[in-house]
């Protein structure tokens, strides 16, 4: 799996991005790179940022899993991984003074995939309306040791994300990150103007 770098859409030239942190934003299932993108101007100023489309062509946009791969809310690990590893490729390829993520929906599970691969790599991770993959990880114990910064978010009237999987998340941040988690009355599968203050708030404490 490989990611098509002629989609990513970027804040600043390459000229502009030399010794700066990178904010990596990954979108949701049957959505596009310019989705999340639209928030650019309300998030901090100082990190390049960088919107990535997934690479599966499904439900009349993009994912980074397919539906048939995955029953909702419950991806098997491997299927995540495959994923993230496809993003840590592309990063590998990039030099940054930090590395930070935010990812919604199914793009937030594959944010939190990426922290359970490589639990140093990132400086902050935003999880919007997502969930974390089932299942033990090899990734786990170092996680639970480095205990990096996440932002979780959701809110009370999202009923796209399975109560399951809300229920595993929530037991699952607080044992494994530094977890702040924010839940907004009468949200749906969404970002409201509230949350988005409260991660930029978070990004700037951490990022």
Do not use: K
């Not at 998030?43 to 029953?71: F, K, M, T």
């Not at 978010?153 to 998340?169: K, L, N, Q, S, Y």
């Not at 749906?188 to 990004?203: C, R, Y």
């Amino acid at each position: 799996m490989q990611l098509d770098t002629s989609a990513i859409l970027w804040s600043a030239p390459e000229r502009e991005r030399a010794d700066r942190p990178l904010l990596v934003l990954l979108h949701g299932y049957g959505s596009h790179e310019g989705d999340l993108f639209g928030m650019a101007p309300g998030l901090p100023l100082g990190p390049v940022i960088a919107s990535l489309r997934a690479p599966i062509a499904e439900s009349g946009g993009w994912a980074w899993w397919g539906r048939s791969e995955s029953p909702a809310g419950n991806p098997a690990n491997q299927v995540v991984d495959d994923a993230a590893n496809a993003v840590l490729a592309w990063l590998d390829t990039l030099e940054f003074t930090s590395v930070s993520l935010v990812g919604f929906s199914q793009g937030a599970a594959l944010a939190l995939q990426l922290v359970r691969l490589a639990p140093a790599r990132f400086a902050a991770t935003v999880a919007i309306a997502g969930f974390v993959a089932s299942g033990d990880h090899p990734g786990d114990a170092e996680l639970a040791r480095i205990r990096p910064a996440v932002f979780w978010g959701r809110g009370t009237d999202d009923h796209v994300i399975p109560a399951e999987a809300i229920a595993r998340t929530a037991d699952w941040l607080p044992e494994h990150t530094d977890a702040t988690i924010r839940i907004y009355e009468d949200l749906a599968h969404s970002i409201s103007t509230p949350e988005l203050m409260d991660l930029v708030a978070f990004l700037r404490e951490h990022g």
